[in-house]
């Protein structure tokens, strides 16, 4: 990755920054954006910066607003003066029972998971075909074995799968498409979704008997970005077996 860009979507903290530091410690230079989470941001990206200057920037945007997604790849090629990787890590996760689903649950969840993807793809696509480039999503190994009670969250993720494999086949052959579909990784903030008891439920399923870290999901995004360079149209699992056990 060295001299290369990469775009992270929802890089600030969590799963994202465990991104970021990964491909900058590859050697690429990252745009980071963030929605909300502006401290967070900024203290990462000062902290890379410190390592190797001007190497990380900052750009803040709602990707549930359509039209601003070209402007966080506009501001990339500003910024850095190229665009090799666009990893789509952002994204909302709540339940929605059937009974409770509405069109702001929709909106949220279809937006920052599928649409935001399939629009910054798009604008992202012809700097990405000079460079020779790579798109990864992070998608859910629920897509296969839905999770009750978030029935537009799994929506979702299916679609997100649908349009890894489609955009592989559309942007082939200059550039990659790929996704990686993480188990129980790091848990949700608070335990309104996973309570500790519905927690160790969800362990006992996993055959490595541990829930996954960041980095995990991390590295393999590091190898489908760096290291595979005939692999395309995949979605690879980072479940630590739990897809074999459902």
Do not use: C
């Not at 900058?24 to 390592?51: C, F, I, K, P, W």
């Not at 935001?116 to 992070?138: D, H, M, T, W, Y």
């Not at 692999?231 to 630590?240: C, E, H, P, R, S």
Request: cysteine-free.
């Amino acid at each position: 990755m060295q001299g290369k860009v990469a775009l992270v979507t929802g890089g600030a903290k969590r799963v994202g920054a465990a991104i970021v530091r990964r491909l900058h410690g590859a050697g690429a230079n990252v745009m980071l954006h963030y929605r909300s989470s502006a401290t967070e941001a900024r203290a990462l990206a000062s902290e890379l910066n410190l390592r190797r200057p001007n190497s990380v920037a900052l750009a803040q945007a709602d990707l549930l607003n359509t039209a601003g997604l070209p402007v966080l790849v506009q501001q990339t090629l500003q910024h850095f003066g190229r665009l090799d990787a666009l990893v789509n890590n952002a994204s909302s996760f709540f339940p929605t029972p059937l009974a409770e689903v509405d069109e702001a649950a929709w909106i949220d969840l279809i937006g920052s998971n599928l649409k935001a993807p399939l629009f910054l793809a798009q604008a992202a696509a012809p700097e990405l075909r000079r460079s020779q480039g790579a798109i990864v999503s992070i998608a859910d190994i629920h897509v296969e074995r839905p999770m009750k009670n978030h029935v537009v969250y799994n929506i979702a993720k299916a679609g997100l799968v649908a349009l890894t494999r489609s955009l592989a086949r559309d942007l082939a052959p200059d550039v990659r498409v790929n996704a990686v579909a993480p188990g129980a990784n790091i848990w949700p903030d608070g335990d309104s979704v996973f309570d500790e008891v519905a927690r160790q439920r969800i362990i006992s399923t996993i055959p490595l008997k541990r829930v996954g870290e960041p980095d995990d999901l991390a590295r393999t995004i590091l190898f489908l970005l760096q290291d595979a360079s005939y692999i395309t149209g995949q979605v690879i699992n980072v479940d630590g077996g739990r897809s074999v056990y459902l």
